[in-house]
Structure formats: structure tokens, C-alpha cells
């Protein structure tokens, strides 16, 4: 733990500050009766790193390794289940005695869409820029570093019921080792790319091709398309599909029976060296099987017709995220790193805060109450603002690259995590605080409003718990909907991180004071 400070030096650093108040959206008391002063105090703080998280809500899954000399290097990778397509027959269509419908598997695809803006190039046509894609960026060849990574058929069974409690969701964290059957592709060198808009997919009858589809969505967004092992699908899957009016197989069945039969997919980054990192949208993510209906005479072989059809598995049901940090940076103790995706946290004690007596009074906070509250513990002055602010270190630092948009700061505890009191006080729930910021000097820095946070502390009708803050990377979802929402449940994805300048890490009190 770094120590900078303590709290009960406080007083020696009040001044008197009639104006310029550094106020972060709190009222101020104007009457000639009261003074206004200000108290400035570092803080505690450590960085901790984060071992895992539970993957399975967030929304948003990393393929790819990505490196940053600030805090190691992350490698990401993502397990899903697929959903049955909504028909199961491979033909439809009716034919005539001496006839034979068989089908021959064309290709199948795993097409997974980029998260992707859509803006107007200097022709005026529609042109798409990837977002939330991390590393190093070619701008010429306008591609990001490369990486290499395998699809291979899961073997882990997810369950989405927590086999101790069926009555709870299972939890899926993000070192959680997963088991691999087939592999079903590998794709070397591969680099996210905002022109991977088109795919070409061969149609062929014993092996000559017949005609070419061009598959494009109707927005033209870019998109993975990865071409999966045809040997294992025909024999997996079509194969099994029942001809017009007969009944599926038991794999084939229900929802249930597949995800047992055909338990998903593991695609797994195997590079070592980094390249980039991407975060997809598996909600539109699935499986395209492209196959044809080749109808023959019996008696004569001779072809009668050919059916293009196609089947779609949906990424469906469980669906997690892998990830394997290295953590070899994050070393100074003089400065507080902060990354998403389990990276790191940073840990922010206020008041004296002890770990192994939490909700002890303090002398640094004894201190404050003396001097906030007379002896019949009435206020002898009152907040208008209190913050907790935070500088970058911007000695390894690429403001062109590297900006982390926006920090969240919470209560931990030993159970659960909860947020801070000034975030469910805030006007729509929608509190800025925590948002990247550039002074009059134009460094750059992050703040917090803690007022109502310090002025619980210092109700005399109220508990003392000075609670051990936890400073992360901000996500969506962190934010409370109501003044009911109380705990921080949302996990973070964005790979990025930022290190902060310990020494400058200030708690900032501003109050006003009755004049005697």
C-alpha cells in the first residue's frame, strides 16, 4: 500500500477561498454568515490485479492478443453454443417416381459482423470504419495487426444452470478452461479489416463447380467470414437432416438434444506475439451451411435438378469469454493502473480506511468529525463539494491511442460491490462523473463527486464505515436505473487501460464554515 498522507494533517491545509471553487455540480451555501475553506488530502491507494470475471452477461467478446508495455500482454478468445434453425428437412419439394433427392454439402461459413460505424466516403458512397478494434493499425493497407486463431468443436458442456442451485444461472469466468474436439479451421495472419464485406461461395455437383453465389449482407457491413471443415459438417449435421416429411433424429429433436449433441464452438487464439485485439457482436453471429439438393433419375443417373439451400445456426444459448493475461507491467507503486477486460483495478482508501477493521472510526476521520460537529454533535459547517480527482501519467502515454474515455468508482466489499451514494443521488442517473478531462494546463485527468459519500461520514445519526473504493474502467450497465439498483454487477471488455500519477491523486473538500 502507498501512503501518502495522513488525513489528520487536513487542517493545515485549509484556506480561505471566498471564490473559485472548483465545483463539480454542487449547490453553495451564499450568506455572509459562512466562510468558505478547503481541505486537500492525497489518498491510499494500490493496484490490484484482476485474476477473472464473470464473462457469460457482457455482451461484447475479444478475439485476438493485444499488447500494451503498461500492463502485459491479453490474449482473448470465446466459447458459444448455436441454436437449431427454425427448419430441419433438406428438401422440400416433391418428385416422381424413379427419382432420388441427395444433398451435397457446398460450404459452411462462421460469419461473426465487426462492431462497425457507417459514414460517407469523398464519393459519397456508404463506407464503414470498424470500432472497438485494439493494436497496432497499418494506415496505408488500412488493416490492424494480424493474429492467428483455430475453431475447433467444443467438448466442455455449458451448462446455463448451476448444477449445485438449477434455481441460479451458471457462472462462466474468464480463466475458465474449456475441453476441444475437432478442429474445424485455422486461420493464420488474420487481420480485422473493414473490407470484409463480400463473401464467395462455390456451388458444385461431384466436385465441379456449377455456379458461384455472392453473399453480402443487405447494409454491406464488414464482417468475419471464416470457412469451416465441410468433411465435418456433412457427416455432424447434414447427414442427419430428414428428408421432406420425415421426422428429425433425436439430436435433431429439440434445442435441448442438440446443444448435448453439438455442444458449440471454441475459438481459440493461439498466437503468441501480439497483433490485435477485436470485440464482436456475437448476437448477429452464426453458422451459414450452404449445401444442394441434387435430384437424379434412378434408372438413368442423369441429373433432373439442383436446389440450392442453405441452413442457419444462430450463436445462441451460453456464450463466454477466455482470457490469459500475462501481467508482466504494472509495477510502479507509485502509480494506479487501471485496465478493462480483467486487466487491472485500482484500490482507493479514503479516511484512514482499515481493511481488517472496516467499520472502525479512524483517527483521520475522528479528526474531521471533531472539527465538522460541535460537542452536542450539531454541523459547525457544512459541504458544498467534495472530489476525488485523478491525473494520467502521461510519461508512457499516447493520447492519440491510448485514451481511456472514462473511469467508474465504486464500494467494495467483501460480498458484493455496490455503488457510490452520489451516483444514485444524481440527477437521472446519468452522473459524468469519472469522464477523461484536460485542464487549464491541459493535462489530463478524471474526477469524482463524492459529496454525499463525505457527508454521510460526517452525520453524526450515521454509520462510520469508511468503505475501500474500487476505481475500473467504465462499461455500459455500471450506471444505476433507479435508487433501488445499488450493486455493480457489469464486467468490462475494452482492453485498454490507463496508469495514473499516484502523487497526485488529491480528495478535495470544500465547505463553509459559520463565522463566530
Not at 428437412?89 to 461459413?109: F, G, H, M, N
Not at 474526477?447 to 457527508?455: L, P, S
Not at 433507479?482 to 491523486?505: F, K
Request: charged share 20%; hydrophobic share 35%.
Amino acid at each position: 500500500m502507498k501512503k501518502i498522507l495522513y488525513f489528520s494533517l487536513l487542517l493545515l491545509f485549509s484556506i480561505a477561498c471566498e471564490s473559485d471553487l472548483n465545483s463539480i455540480n454542487a449547490s453553495f451555501i451564499d450568506n455572509k454568515n459562512f466562510e468558505a475553506k478547503e481541505l486537500v488530502s492525497d489518498v491510499f491507494f494500490t493496484s490490484e490485479p484482476i485474476s477473472s470475471v464473470n464473462s457469460s452477461t457482457a455482451g461484447q467478446y475479444l478475439l485476438g492478443t493485444y499488447d500494451n508495455p503498461n500492463f502485459g500482454t491479453l490474449k482473448a478468445s470465446f466459447v458459444s453454443q448455436l441454436s437449431l434453425p427454425t427448419s430441419l428437412e433438406y428438401t422440400s419439394e416433391s418428385y416422381e417416381a424413379d427419382t432420388l433427392v441427395a444433398p451435397s454439402l457446398d460450404s459452411v461459413v462462421l460469419y461473426i459482423p465487426y462492431q462497425a460505424t457507417l459514414g460517407v466516403g469523398l464519393d459519397q458512397k456508404r463506407l464503414y470504419s470498424l470500432d472497438s478494434v485494439f493494436g497496432a493499425y497499418d494506415s496505408i493497407a488500412e488493416t490492424y495487426g494480424s493474429f492467428d486463431f483455430e475453431v475447433h468443436e467444443l467438448e466442455t458442456f455449458l451448462n446455463p444452470l448451476n448444477p449445485s442451485d438449477p434455481s441460479r444461472p451458471s457462472r462462466f469466468d474468464t480463466d475458465r478452461t474449456y475441453e476441444t474436439k475437432d478442429l474445424l479451421a485455422t486461420v493464420s495472419n488474420f487481420s480485422p479489416s473493414a473490407k470484409d464485406t463480400v463473401t464467395y461461395i462455390k456451388r458444385s455437383i461431384d466436385g465441379t463447380v456449377y455456379d458461384t453465389d455472392t453473399i453480402q449482407l443487405s447494409n454491406a457491413a464488414p464482417r468475419m467470414a471464416i470457412p469451416l471443415d465441410t468433411d465435418f459438417f456433412q457427416t455432424k449435421i447434414l447427414d442427419k437432416l430428414p428428408a421432406n416429411g420425415a421426422a428429425a433424429p433425436e439430436v435433431l429433436s429439440s434445442q435441448q438434444d442438440f446443444t448435448r449433441y453439438f455442444r458449440g464452438l471454441y475459438l481459440k487464439t493461439v498466437s503468441e506475439t501480439p497483433g490485435s485485439i477485436a470485440s464482436l457482436l456475437l448476437s448477429n453471429a452464426f453458422v451459414e451451411m450452404y449445401y444442394t439438393n441434387v435430384v437424379r433419375k434412378v434408372s438413368t443417373g442423369a441429373i433432373l435438378d439442383t436446389i440450392k439451400r442453405a441452413k442457419t445456426f444462430s450463436f445462441g444459448g451460453v456464450r463466454a469469454s477466455k482470457y490469459e493475461h500475462d501481467h508482466t507491467g504494472a509495477s510502479d507503486t507509485d502509480k494506479i493502473y487501471v485496465q478493462g477486460a480483467s486487466g487491472f483495478q485500482g484500490n482507493i482508501k479514503l479516511l484512514g480506511y482499515n481493511s481488517e477493521q472496516p467499520n472502525t472510526v479512524s483517527p483521520e476521520l475522528q479528526s474531521l468529525l471533531e472539527a465538522a460537529n460541535d460537542d452536542e454533535g450539531n454541523p459547525k459547517w457544512l459541504i458544498n463539494e467534495a472530489s476525488l480527482t485523478f491525473y494520467v501519467d502521461e510519461s508512457n502515454w499516447d493520447s492519440a491511442t491510448d485514451k481511456v474515455f472514462q473511469l467508474f468508482l465504486y464500494k467494495k466489499t467483501p460480498n458484493y460491490d455496490s455503488q457510490i451514494l452520489d451516483y444514485i443521488t444524481a440527477a437521472s442517473f446519468s452522473a459524468a462523473e469519472g469522464a477523461l478531462q484536460k485542464d487549464e494546463n491541459g493535462a489530463y485527468y478524471y474526477q469524482f463527486r463524492v459529496t454525499d459519500y463525505i457527508t454521510k461520514l460526517l452525520d453524526e445519526t450515521q454509520s462510520k464505515n469508511v468503505d475501500n473504493l474500487g476505481l475500473k474502467v467504465f462499461a455500459n450497465g455500471d450506471l444505476p436505473i433507479s435508487t433501488i439498483d445499488t450493486l455493480v454487477t457489469s464486467n468490462n471488455w475494452n482492453p485498454r487501460g490507463v496508469v495514473l500519477d499516484g502523487s497526485l491523486t488529491k480528495l478535495k473538500i470544500n465547505y463553509s464554515v459559520q463565522n463566530d
